[in-house]
């Protein structure tokens, strides 16, 4: 399975919400990453027939997508960031529901419905109506109906919003699980949800992908950029005026900075390992003098 997107955009008016993409995915898990308003949920809408591009093509294994319609949607799994349901249905039965709309025979449904309980943990909740739920528990249900057609491609924007931490953990174990002879784009600013199991990340800032590569060639481009000193607290607001800081822990007067920089920031500053955290910041994290007056 191969997606390809060329000279891909999108206007709103005005705005262009997605500007002249050219990128290409066949298998494994792709990270999307950027802030709010980026961009990314637009990029998933058009890959998944709901906008069309104002400009450019999708193609699925070089067919249009728009052209392919309802051949297309067969192959698709998704997830937005809100989505429907009918609150009075049990989880069970929104499944089933579910299954029914994709056009799975009831059998079929029915076992592919018991075995996504279980992989999403909610057996024990089969019976409850979704309105009774809670949001990490929703969340993982909007998870199940994403994946319930087997699909070949999986696309999920913001999959673990309200999830706690062991939720997240059992998410990224099941996605990459599921990848292995598939393709899933994987949107969020969580930058955790991507990093160890996403074989490609973009970093989508303004509608445009500004970086883009393996974890390691991101974190790599970093090298020579995060530095880690200890400082004055009263030397953090001159920091923070000059520097994006990616962390501080403050130690009775004394402060462990971690900060991004193009040359060394101060004396006894050592150069660390960077992280894809770091990246995130680089990109789009607040400009310096934007954290000014922290401490």
Same mark, same amino acid.
């Given at each position: 399975?191969?997606l390809e997107m060329n000279k891909l955009t999108k206007k709103f008016?005005?705005?262009?919400?997605?500007?002249?993409?050219?990128?290409?995915?066949? +298998?494994?898990?792709? %990270?999307?990453? *950027?802030k709010n308003g980026a961009g990314k949920t637009t990029l998933m809408?058009?890959?998944?027939?709901?906008?069309?591009?104002?400009?450019?093509?999708?193609?699925?294994?070089?067919?249009?997508? /728009?052209?392919?319609?309802?051949?297309?949607?067969?192959?698709?799994?998704?997830? =937005?960031?809100? /989505?429907?349901?009918?609150?009075?249905?049990?989880?069970? #039965?929104?499944?089933?529901? $579910? +299954?029914? $709309?994709?056009?799975?025979? =009831?059998?079929?449904?029915?076992?592919?419905?018991?075995?996504?309980?279980?992989?999403?943990?909610?057996?024990?909740?089969?019976?409850?109506?979704?309105?009774?739920?809670?949001? %990490?528990?929703?969340?993982?249900?909007?998870?199940?109906?994403?994946?319930?057609?087997?699909?070949?491609?999986?696309?999920?924007?913001?999959?673990?919003?309200?999830?706690?931490?062991?939720?997240?953990? !059992?998410?990224?174990?099941?996605?990459?699980?599921?990848?292995? #002879? !598939?393709?899933?784009?994987?949107?969020?600013?969580?930058?955790?949800?991507?990093?160890?199991?996403?074989?490609?990340?973009?970093?989508?800032?303004?509608?445009? $992908?500004?970086?883009?590569?393996? =974890?390691?060639?991101?974190?790599?481009?970093?090298?020579?950029?995060?530095?880690?000193?200890?400082? #004055? !607290?009263?030397?953090?607001?001159?920091?923070?005026?000059?520097?994006? $800081?990616?962390?501080?822990?403050?130690?009775?007067?004394?402060?462990?900075?971690?900060?991004?920089?193009?040359?060394?920031?101060?004396? %006894?500053?050592?150069?660390?390992? =960077?992280?894809?955290?770091?990246? /995130?910041?680089?990109? /789009?994290?607040?400009?310096? %003098?934007?954290?000014? *007056?922290?401490?």
């Amino acid at each position: 399975m191969k997606l390809e997107m060329n000279k891909l955009t999108k206007k709103f008016g005005d705005v262009t919400a997605v500007k002249q993409l050219n990128l290409s995915m066949t +298998g494994g898990v792709y %990270g999307l990453l *950027g802030k709010n308003g980026a961009g990314k949920t637009t990029l998933m809408r058009m890959l998944c027939t709901l906008l069309r591009p104002t400009e450019g093509e999708i193609l699925c294994n070089g067919r249009d997508i /728009f052209k392919m319609a309802g051949e297309y949607r067969r192959f698709l799994g998704y997830l =937005p960031q809100d /989505f429907g349901f009918y609150p009075e249905f049990t989880v069970e #039965d929104y499944l089933l529901y $579910i +299954g029914a $709309i994709k056009g799975l025979p =009831p059998s079929v449904a029915k076992k592919r419905t018991k075995e996504l309980l279980a992989a999403v943990g909610l057996e024990k909740y089969a019976g409850r109506k979704m309105k009774k739920l809670s949001g %990490g528990m929703k969340r993982r249900t909007g998870i199940a109906q994403a994946m319930m057609n087997q699909p070949e491609i999986l696309i999920l924007d913001e999959p673990t919003a309200g999830l706690d931490p062991n939720e997240r953990i !059992r998410f990224r174990n099941l996605i990459s699980e599921f990848s292995e #002879d !598939r393709l899933v784009l994987l949107s969020t600013h969580i930058v955790s949800d991507v990093e160890y199991i996403a074989h490609d990340i973009w970093l989508m800032n303004e509608g445009k $992908i500004v970086r883009q590569g393996t =974890p390691k060639q991101i974190t790599e481009s970093m090298k020579q950029r995060v530095w880690e000193f200890c400082a #004055d !607290r009263k030397e953090i607001s001159r920091l923070a005026a000059k520097y994006k $800081i990616s962390n501080i822990k403050t130690e009775n007067q004394r402060v462990q900075v971690r900060l991004l920089a193009g040359e060394k920031p101060a004396e %006894g500053a050592r150069e660390v390992t =960077p992280s894809l955290e770091d990246a /995130f910041l680089y990109y /789009f994290g607040e400009e310096a %003098g934007e954290m000014h *007056g922290l401490l």
